[in-house]
C-alpha cells in the first residue's frame, strides 16, 4: 500500500484509489471489478444489504484482509471497525494517550473527550461506562489521531441523537480540512455531495469465478 | 525454460497439474524400483553386522525416513517463506501436503528406532539423541497440523503455519545441538549408530540406493497431494470442469 | 515523546497499567508455580537428596509451564475489544509495540520467577551454592520463553479454545531453553564451570529477539484476516 508523504491538503493525488479490485471470501464473490476514486474534501456511503462486502472492502483498504485482486492505493488512514478499540480497564485519558503515542498524533486527550462530548469521564474506566459511551471514546481517536482517509463501518451503532449528530459534524470537519472519508451505514449519513455505492448481494463464485 | 520461466508459471495450478502428470508417474515408478532393490539387496545380500548381527538390517527403514522427515520440514520451512513473500498459491499447497508424508516418515523413524533399540541396547526406548530430536520433530508436525486443523478460513490457516514452519526452522539446528549437548550431561560415552562412512560398500550402496528411493517418494506423494489438492481448491473453475467432463466422457486427460 | 521511542514507551506504559489494574491475572501464573512445586513435593516425596538433586529439571520445567499459563491471555483482550487491530494498523514501525508488549509480559513472567526462584529453591531444598546460577539462567533464558511464546500466542488468538494448542505450538521451540537452563544448574551442581551454558543461553534468546517480534507481528496480522 502506497503511504501519501506528502502534507494533506497539498496533493493532487486521490486519497484513495481503487482500480479493478474484486474479493472473494470463502467461496462467495463479495465483489469485482470494482474501481473508484476519491479526492480530499469527498466522502463515499457504502451501502448493501448484510453480507454484501462493505466492512470486507473496508478491512482491505484499512489493510486488514489481504486476499483481493486488483490494486488498492491509499493515503494513510484510520480504521473505525465493529469493536470500539477501546480497553475497559484504562480510563478514557489512558486510552487516547495510548493512541496519541501509538500515531504520534498531537491532539491532547482532554480536549479530544471534550470535542466527543465526554468531558469529565476522563479518569473513569471504559467499563464503567455504557456502549455508546464507550463508542464516543472511540471516536475520540479519529481527533487524537489525525489522517487524511478515514474508514468508518457503522459508526453510528448504539449512539444515540445527539451521538450521531456529532458523527455527522466530524465527517463534515474532516472533509472540510481536506480529508477523505469512506463510511460504511445502514442509516442515511446526511452528508452533503456524499457519493453512494450500493453493494449487491452476488452468487455463490462457483459460476462466476474466471477460469 | 529458465528457472525465471518456471518460478513464474509455478504461481498458476492449472500450468502445474499439467506440467506434473508425468513426473508423477515417473517419480512414483523409480521410486518402486529404487525401493525394492534396496531392500532386497539391504534385507537378503547385505551382510551382517559384526557387532550387531542381523539386527542392524533396520538402518534400511530408519535412516532413510529420518533423512526424508527432515528434509520434508526444510521443504516446509522454504515453502513457507515463499508462501508469505511471494503469496504463491501453491506454496500453501505444499504446505499443506508436506504435513501428512512428514509425520508419517518421523513415526516410522521413532518406530524403526525403538525397534532397533530392543536387540542393541535391550529396551524399547532409549533417550538417543538421534531419536530424541526426531520425537522432537514430531512434535513439530503435530503442531502445524493442529493448527490448520484449528483455522477454519483456509488462507489465514496456509499463511499461520507458514509462520510456525519458519519459526521451526530456524529453531531446528539449535534443538538439535542442544538434544546433542543433553545426553553428553546425562548419558556420557553413548553407543552411536554405525555411520554409513565407515560400512562396507555391500551395506551402504543399498541404504544410499534406499534413500534416493524414498526421496523419489517423497516427491511422487507430494505431487500427487498436489494434484488433489488442485483440483479441490479451483473446482469452481472453468478448466477443472472441462478436465472433469471430459474424463467423464472417457478421454484422457 | 514523539517518534519510535514513544511509540514503545507508549505502549509499554499501557500494558504496564492495564497489568497493575487486573494484578489478579497476572498473579495466577505464579500461584501456579509454587502449586505445582507443592505438588512435586507430595508426588516425589520430601527427601532433600531427591528432591534436590531433581530440583534444577523441576524449576525449569515449571517455569515453562507457567509462562505457557501467563502467555494465553497476552494478546486475547486485546483482540476481542479491538484494540489489537488498532496497534497493528498504527504503530510504526509495528514491530515495536509488539515489543513493548512481550517486555511487559516478562517482566511479569520471566522477572518475577527470576525473582521468586530463592522461593522455589529453598521448597525443593535446591544446594544454597548454585542459588546464584539458577537465578542467572532464568533471567537470561526467559526472555526466549517470552519472545517465542508470543509467537504462538499470536497464531492462536483468534481461536475460540487456543490453550491446548499454544501448548502444542510452543513446548517443542522450548526444548534448547530447557536443556541449556536446567542443564547449567545441573553441572554447577557437581561444580562444574558453566558459562558456556550461559552463553548460550543468551545466544537463544538473542536470536528470538531477532526473529520473534516480526514473526508475531506477521502472526497478528494473520489473525486478524479472520475477524
Same mark, same amino acid.
Given at each position: ?54 466492512? +470486507? ?22 480504521? %473505525? ?42 479518569? @473513569? ?37 445527539? #451521538? ?48 | ?111 524403526? #528406532? ?140 | ?6 511509540? %514503545? ?20 501464573? *505464579? ?31 515449571? @517455569? ?38 512481550? +517486555? ?32 542467572? +539462567? ?41 536443556? %541449556? ?38 502472526? *497478528? ?7
Amino acid at each position: 500500500m502506497l503511504r501519501s508523504l506528502l502534507p494533506r491538503g497539498a496533493s493532487l493525488k486521490p486519497l484513495l484509489s481503487i482500480e479493478n479490485l474484486g474479493c472473494e471470501r470463502d467461496g462467495r464473490l463479495l465483489f469485482g471489478g470494482l474501481t473508484l476514486c476519491l479526492a480530499a474534501g469527498e466522502c463515499l456511503e457504502l451501502k448493501g444489504p448484510n453480507g454484501s462486502g462493505k466492512s +470486507t472492502l473496508l478491512r482491505a483498504v484499512a489493510g486488514l484482509y489481504p486476499d483481493y485482486t486488483g490494486t488498492i492505493e491509499a493515503a494513510q488512514s484510520l480504521y %473505525f471497525g465493529h469493536r470500539p478499540g477501546v480497553s475497559a480497564v484504562l480510563t478514557a485519558e489512558e486510552n487516547l494517550r495510548w493512541y496519541a503515542a501509538l500515531c504520534s498524533g498531537s491532539g491532547a486527550a482532554a480536549d479530544a473527550l471534550a470535542r466527543v462530548g465526554m468531558a469529565g469521564y476522563e479518569r @473513569v474506566a471504559c467499563q464503567h461506562m455504557s456502549a455508546g459511551q464507550q463508542r464516543r471514546v472511540a471516536l475520540a481517536r479519529l481527533v487524537v489521531c489525525e489522517a487524511p482517509l478515514w474508514l468508518l463501518d457503522e459508526p453510528l451503532t448504539a449512539l444515540d441523537a445527539s #451521538g450521531q449528530a456529532l458523527v455527522r459534524a466530524l465527517i463534515a470537519d474532516q472533509l472540510h480540512r481536506g480529508g477523505a472519508v469512506v463510511c460504511a451505514t445502514h442509516q442515511s449519513l446526511e452528508v452533503s455531495g456524499a457519493r453512494v455505492l450500493e453493494l449487491g448481494v452476488r452468487e455463490p463464485a462457483a459460476q462466476a469465478a474466471p477460469g | 525454460m529458465t528457472l525465471k520461466e518456471l518460478w513464474h508459471r509455478l504461481g498458476s495450478p492449472r500450468w502445474f497439474y499439467r506440467f506434473s502428470g508425468p513426473w508423477h508417474v515417473a517419480l512414483g515408478v523409480l521410486a518402486a524400483l529404487l525401493l525394492t532393490a534396496g531392500t532386497v539387496w539391504g534385507l537378503v545380500f547385505a551382510p551382517p553386522d559384526y557387532q550387531q548381527g542381523e539386527s542392524f538390517r533396520i538402518i534400511y527403514v530408519h535412516v532413510p525416513s529420518a533423512i526424508v522427515a527432515q528434509s520434508a520440514y526444510l521443504l516446509m520451512g522454504a515453502a513457507g517463506l515463499v508462501l508469505l513473500v511471494w503469496r504463491m498459491k501453491l506454496a500453501d499447497m505444499v504446505l499443506a501436503a508436506t504435513v501428512p508424508f512428514g509425520m508419517t516418515m518421523t513415526a516410522l523413524a521413532l518406530f524403526s #528406532g525403538a525397534a532397533w533399540g530392543k536387540p542393541t541396547w535391550g529396551t524399547w526406548w532409549v533417550w538417543d539423541a538421534r531419536i530424541t530430536s526426531m520425537l522432537v520433530l514430531l512434535f513439530l508436525y503435530m503442531g502445524l497440523y493442529a493448527l490448520r486443523q484449528a483455522i477454519p478460513r483456509q488462507e489465514t490457516a496456509g499463511r499461520a503455519c507458514a509462520v510456525l514452519a519458519l519459526v521451526g526452522v530456524i529453531n531446528i539446528p539449535i534443538i538439535k545441538y542442544s538434544v546433542d549437548w543433553w545426553l553428553t550431561l546425562h548419558q556420557g560415552a553413548t553407543f552411536t549408530l554405525t555411520e554409513p562412512p565407515s560400512m562396507p560398500p555391500q551395506m551402504w550402496i543399498p541404504l544410499a540406493i534406499n534413500v534416493l528411493g524414498v526421496y523419489c517418494l517423497f516427491g511422487a506423494n507430494l505431487i500427487g497431494r498436489l494434484r488433489v489438492e488442485i483440483l479441490e481448491r479451483e473446482q469452481g473453475t472453468q478448466w477443472v470442469r472441462e478436465l472433469v467432463a471430459r474424463q467423464a466422457a472417457g478421454g484422457g486427460r | 515523546m514523539k517518534g519510535p521511542v514513544g511509540v %514503545f514507551l507508549g505502549q509499554l506504559r499501557r500494558e504496564l497499567v492495564a497489568a497493575l489494574r487486573s494484578l489478579q491475572e497476572v498473579l495466577n501464573p *505464579l500461584v501456579f508455580l509454587f502449586l505445582a512445586i507443592t505438588l512435586f513435593a507430595l508426588g516425589v516425596g520430601v527427601e532433600p537428596e531427591t528432591l534436590g538433586r531433581y530440583a534444577p529439571g523441576i524449576i525449569w520445567v515449571l @517455569v515453562l509451564l507457567s509462562n505457557l499459563l501467563a502467555l494465553e491471555g497476552l494478546f486475547r483482550r486485546d483482540y476481542d475489544d479491538g484494540t489489537l487491530e488498532q496497534m497493528v494498523l498504527l504503530g510504526r514501525p509495528g514491530f515495536l509495540p509488539v515489543l513493548a508488549k512481550v +517486555t511487559a509480559q516478562w517482566l511479569f513472567s520471566g522477572l518475577a520467577m527470576t525473582v521468586l526462584a530463592p522461593l522455589a529453591a529453598l521448597l525443593l531444598f535446591l544446594p544454597g551454592e548454585v542459588l546464584g546460577i539458577t537465578m542467572l +539462567t532464568l533471567l537470561v533464558g526467559s526472555p526466549a520463553l517470552t519472545l517465542l511464546g508470543a509467537v504462538g500466542a499470536a497464531l492462536t488468538v483468534g481461536l475460540k479454545r487456543g490453550g491446548v494448542l499454544l501448548a502444542l505450538l510452543i513446548l517443542p521451540l522450548y526444548v534448547p531453553t530447557l536443556i %541449556f537452563g536446567a542443564g547449567a544448574v545441573t553441572l554447577a551442581m557437581a561444580g562444574v564451570d558453566v558459562t558456556a551454558q550461559v552463553y548460550w543461553l543468551m545466544a537463544v534468546s538473542m536470536l528470538a529477539l531477532t526473529v520473534a517480534p516480526f514473526a508475531v507481528q506477521a502472526a *497478528l496480522r494473520i489473525s486478524l484476516e479472520q475477524s
